[in-house]
């Protein structure tokens, strides 16, 4: 716990000036007034690319606990900098999509989001890192980074989670992709796939619980192969998703590892978070053991939630 007798210490909130959470940002000051932090630094930033620059200025600054207020894809870019740091975080999730949170525990109510943040367990959890950058949820190579990148054009703002299925329908009948696999060293897979998932916390884009036995502190990374082609294969693969049942679907192979090298035979795009990358012909992929420390609701169970 970061409070003591002279308070919690220095407190960094880095916000996304366009996301809304409870009572909004005025809100968020009152709240944190009645904590009474040592030093309160604020950044507001205009969009979440701009956020890390404001993450070092807070780290250097000295700050003990570091506030986020957005969504994941907000969360990705602050833990990118703060991972290894030693600086704890706590999560306000005012995002669109806020699947870090909810893997968490971490409810949609701005008051005890603020709670945990100050009186919460301190957790420490992994990270996966992808071709030099960290993310807390998960990583897609292929269909799921195609339909959030074009999710990312203006339709996540005006239709929430719904862009993601919209935009899913586009891409039920792209191209499959040669693929090659490894798994710490040894080949995994090689053939024509359509998607490839990373997983850090087990349920993904549009609340999916694609990957039942994942805990973000298990020091794996979970990885799943998709050669689904088509909207009849795809809505298989999908269905048996959204039942938890995703390794029984004939079209997906998963298993866990610690690193992962992938080489394509065409470029694909990829995602991290929930935000599209860029388009690439190889990805390596580690899980980073404790690199980022949370707080979290007390007394959590094995999967890190309440």
């Known amino acids: 716990?970061?409070?003591?007798?002279?308070?919690?210490?220095?407190?960094?909130?880095?916000?996304?000036?366009?996301?809304?959470?409870?009572?909004?940002?005025?809100?968020?000051?009152?709240?944190?007034?009645?904590?009474?932090?040592?030093?309160?630094?604020?950044?507001?930033?205009p969009k979440s690319?701009?956020?890390?620059?404001?993450?070092?200025?807070?780290?250097?600054?000295?700050?003990d606990l570091v506030l986020i207020w957005g969504g994941d894809g907000m969360v990705q870019r602050c833990v990118d900098v703060l991972a290894g740091s030693g600086v704890t975080v706590g999560i306000l999730p005012a995002g669109t999509a806020n699947l870090f949170a909810q893997n968490l525990g971490i409810p949609e109510d701005l008051p005890e989001a603020v709670k945990i943040a100050f009186h919460g367990e301190s957790r420490k959890l992994d990270l996966?890192?992808?071709?030099?950058?960290?993310?807390?949820?998960?990583?897609?190579?292929?269909?799921?980074?195609?339909?959030?990148?074009?999710?990312?054009?203006?339709?996540?703002?005006?239709?929430g989670r719904a862009a993601y299925v919209w935009t899913g329908l586009r891409?039920?009948?792209?191209?499959?992709?040669?693929m090659e696999v490894k798994l710490d060293g040894a080949k995994w897979f090689e053939?024509?796939?359509?998607?490839?998932?990373?997983?850090?916390?087990?349920?993904?884009?549009?609340?999916i619980e694609a990957f039942d036995d994942a805990r973000p502190d298990d020091g794996w990374l979970e990885i799943g192969v998709t050669t689904?082609?088509?909207?009849?294969?795809?809505?298989?693969?999908?269905?048996?998703?959204?039942?938890?049942?995703s390794?029984?679907?004939?079209?997906?192979?998963?298993?866990?590892?610690?690193?992962?090298d992938v080489k394509l035979g065409a470029?694909?795009?990829?995602?991290?978070?929930?935000?599209a990358k860029d388009t690439v012909t190889e990805l390596k992929a580690k899980v980073v053991p404790g690199g980022i420390t949370v707080r979290v609701p007390e007394t959590t169970g094995p999967d890190g939630r309440a």
Request: some cysteine; hydrophobic content about 35%.
């Open 228 to 245: 689904a082609k088509g909207p009849i294969q795809w809505a298989r693969v999908l269905g048996r998703m959204s039942s938890g049942r």
């Open 49 to 63: 690319k701009k956020a890390p620059k404001q993450v070092r200025k807070a780290i250097k600054e000295g700050a």
């Open 128 to 159: 996966g890192k992808v071709n030099g950058e960290h993310f807390a949820v998960m990583a897609g190579l292929g269909f799921d980074a195609e339909m959030i990148k074009d999710a990312d054009r203006g339709l996540k703002d005006r239709l």
């Open 171 to 178: 891409h039920v009948r792209g191209e499959l992709v040669h």
């Open 267 to 275: 470029p694909m795009t990829y995602e991290l978070d929930g935000g």
């Open 1 to 45: 716990m970061l409070r003591e007798k002279n308070g919690p210490g220095t407190v960094a909130v880095i916000a996304h000036q366009k996301k809304s959470f409870g009572g909004g940002l005025d809100e968020l000051r009152s709240l944190l007034a009645d904590e009474q932090p040592g030093k309160l630094l604020w950044y507001e930033v």
């Open 191 to 207: 053939g024509e796939a359509s998607c490839l998932l990373l997983g850090n916390v087990g349920t993904i884009t549009g609340g």
């Open 247 to 260: 390794d029984e679907s004939p079209f997906v192979r998963m298993t866990r590892a610690r690193k992962i």
